[in-house]
């Protein structure tokens, strides 16, 4: 009887990472542990201004001044320099991408080392004000051989990746990543300040029964769509019709489709022509974790993680989830051509 005693064998995401490398054998250097030590700390950094903004009115414009007059950053203006300044002090990487920044940034030599990151350090900031989930979203290259670390470093498919993740800031703060071995989501213990292991091993259900699209923009969609979105709303045979869940943060939507199954789309339309997410920092790391987890990750034609970047904030369509769903979808394109 009485109270359970806590665990004294908990599995933090650092712990995790490291007997990872640990099977690698002498080869690992421990840098990969090291550069997810530093986004570890963005996150939980982020995760505290996020809360913090319901509470201080952080929530606004950059540039506005608060009652005390001090300078007032926008949350993704903030996220954004915790998530350079933490990268570079890190000393593990070569060149960042941010979706906040125009240009890439090139490391100098004092603190240069081997990875890219690339990274939308708030996703989904229209849903900040209204306190629903928001996230940051990062993919991680390694340097190509002999490179001292440029811009083409990162104009490599998304299968180029050596690992990729998000951190989901909800109701706790969630941390899904893979390292190219499976995916793993831990939960941010906000008393032990340590993400820790509460989702071993996700798999996407191989059909789910839900689908995630903004179907707002039908008018705009192209006939592939509307006619796989009408299979799955009219289904023939007595089947039952899929439910309908957008909540318009690609994490939020993303994590429910990897937990639940189903297929999320955010499709290229007669208005968007190449889609809306753009391909470094949201398609390719969400298409390496779905693939990661059993799934399939398309633009509807092609694999996303195939697509050779030519620009660092270019768009592509994005049709991800349960293998099932997204085959189906496949089949109306291929039907179109
Ligand atoms: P953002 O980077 O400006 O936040 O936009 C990306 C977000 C994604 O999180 C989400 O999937 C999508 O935009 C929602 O777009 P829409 O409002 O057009 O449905
Ligand atoms: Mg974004």
Do not use: W
Request: hydrophobic share 35%; with cysteine; net charge negative.
């Amino acid at each position: 009887s009485g109270e359970e005693p806590p665990s004294t064998d908990i599995i933090t995401l650092t712990r995790h990472v490291l007997s990872d490398q640990f099977s690698l054998g002498p080869a690992a250097t421990g840098d990969l542990t090291l550069l997810l030590t530093a986004i570890q700390t963005t996150s939980k950094f982020i995760a505290t201004n996020v809360r913090k903004a319901r509470l201080i009115n952080l929530i606004g414009l950059a540039g506005e001044t608060n009652v005390q007059g001090e300078e007032q950053k926008k949350l993704d203006v903030l996220s954004n320099d915790i998530m350079i300044n933490s990268l570079r002090a890190s000393g593990k990487c070569a060149v960042l991408v941010s979706e906040e920044l125009e240009d890439a940034v090139i490391i100098e030599d004092k603190y240069k080392g081997k990875y890219c990151v690339v990274f939308d350090p708030l996703d989904g900031s229209s849903n900040i004000d209204a306190g629903v989930n928001i996230g940051t979203i990062f993919g991680i290259y390694h340097i190509a051989p002999g490179s001292k670390g440029t811009i083409s470093d990162v104009l490599r498919p998304g299968s180029e990746m050596v690992a990729a993740g998000y951190t989901m800031y909800g109701s706790s703060a969630n941390l899904v990543l893979s390292t190219g071995h499976g995916v793993n989501g831990y939960t941010l213990d906000a008393a032990l300040g340590e993400f820790i292991l509460t989702h071993p091993d996700i798999k996407i259900p191989a059909r789910g029964k839900i689908y995630s699209f903004n179907e707002g923009n039908s008018m705009y969609f192209h006939e592939p769509v509307i006619n796989y979105l009408n299979s799955i709303k009219y289904p023939a045979n007595g089947k039952a019709p899929y439910s309908a869940r957008y909540i318009g943060s690609m994490v939020a939507d993303v994590h429910r489709t990897l937990l639940y199954g189903g297929i999320f789309g955010y499709p290229d339309d007669k208005k968007s022509k190449k889609g809306k997410l753009r391909l470094l920092y949201e398609a390719f790391p969400m298409a390496f974790l779905t693939e990661q987890a059993g799934g399939v990750a398309t633009t509807g034609t092609k694999r996303i993680l195939d697509i050779v970047p030519t620009n660092i904030h270019e768009r592509c369509p994005v049709f991800l989830g349960s293998r099932d769903d997204v085959l189906d979808l496949i089949k109306f394109y291929q039907e179109a051509e």
